[in-house]
């Protein structure tokens, strides 16, 4: 009638509730020695050829060294250590990236193993309900592999059966507390195995200068900032349409203004173009120069200049079609980017009824037949309740900066970004500390990446429409 499960304390269990007559006292069978000894005696030989074959050098140079010692005595073996030690420290002298990556990195992934990750890992996992304790038994995630790099921690872990990635990323947080981090991600690597991200130091916590204009004209991907592993952010533009949100003072217009001086060479040499629409008269106003005449901050007018780029990409469409699919930019056919400060005035705010349906069906039109032909659309967002769940699918790479909610993160960025570590709400409303970071996700990857833009100053601006000025007077 009771089945025992494995792992019952049975030696404990004497009556199964308070106030029972019933006494039940299971029959304990006692493991005899010799089988405990075999299976700690199995245990260790597989630790070791497990080690043998995972780290062969690590392994045979204490091995090394022992086999010295007990033959030639302990001074040759000390000598021996002191040598190899030299010729690492020259190694890493001589070649820094070499170094961290054929051993920096390995050791260091080794040491955060073994003190960090497998010391706490089974009260971690406890505290944050991972494991699983089923009939006494402890049931415990699996942690497989430690990996390094210079920007983060990367390990991999094997789920328990049963369990969902929801599980993992609801405790992103007591993930990250547990193990000493500022944050934790989660991505699925395959069926069963996670990839747990621990960044150890934050390449974004101070702000990013202007990056200098680049010296060869190029529609992208043009580089704007920084990815939070400290490698560039460089942003796609032509080719695709960008949704950019944030709340007021999040830095929009960073990533705005780093677009436009990415470009600044291609607009020079005639082979791309930036057209603002600035309702807000604001943020784009102050580098008019640059957009020759293509500048608009009257809805009225702004309606127009949409419908002057459709015309533009209509009239391309037609040349093109049976000619080329795709679109290389040209003198005669430049990359036209149509930037839209505050997107939601023209549309959701606007109280011309006929006006916002102009509106909304030339950025419609726009969004889904542009990129083949060259036109891209750029556009700002600051409440992504107003107007985002009607245009957001027409852009296929959204940006979250700070939002003051987390139901606008998805919102921005599409269904689970949230959970898969895209804390846009959380991003700091302090401006040294948060302005311009966002969580960006790409059409060609469905994971956040943390990045931050540079930011370009006033006298950048007037910089660069010097640069571009000088180009005209040239010309
Ligand atoms: N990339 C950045 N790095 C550091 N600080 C920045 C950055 N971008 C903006 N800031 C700071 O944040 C302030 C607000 O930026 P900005 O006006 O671009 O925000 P916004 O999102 O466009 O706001 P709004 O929607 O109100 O126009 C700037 O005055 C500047 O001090």
Partial sequence: MFKRLPGDEARNLVSTTPDTAVVFRPAVVKTPVFVTLVIYGWRFVSALVRALWR??????????????WVLYGWQLAVSVLGFVVLVLLAFAFLARDCFARLVGWRLLAWWRL????????????????????????????????????GWADRITVRMLGGQ???DWTDRTDNLAQGFGAVSCRIGLIKGGRLL????????LASSIPALPIPDQPSVGPVEIGKQEDGRPLRLKVHGTHVLIAGATGAGKGSFLWDTIRGLLPAMRAGLAEVWALDPKLMELSFGRELFQGRYASDPADCADLLDEAVSVMQKRAARFAGLQRSHTPTVEDPFVLVLVDEVAFLTAY????????????????????GRSVGVGVMAALQDPRKEVVNIRNLF??????????????DMVLGDGARDRGALADHISPIPELGAGVAYMRLETSPEPVRVRAAYVSDDDIRQMVALFTEREEAA
């Fill in 55 to 68: 780290h062969p050098i690590a392994c045979a140079i204490p091995a090394l060294l022992g086999v010295l």
């Fill in 114 to 149: 073994v003190w960090v990750y497998r010391r706490h890992w089974r009260a971690v996992m406890e505290v944050s309900g991972l494991a699983k304790r089923i009939n006494g038994r402890v049931y415990m995630p699996r942690l497989l592999r430690v990996a390094c790099d």
């Fill in 164 to 166: 969902a990635v929801k």
């Fill in 196 to 203: 747990l991200t621990f960044p150890r130091s934050d390449p």
């Fill in 350 to 369: 606007q109280p011309d009824k006929q006006l916002r349906q102009r509106v909304s069906a030339a950025l419609a039109t726009l969004a889904t037949q």
């Fill in 396 to 409: 296929p790479d959204k940006i979250a900066l700070r939002l003051d909610e987390s139901e606008q993160v």
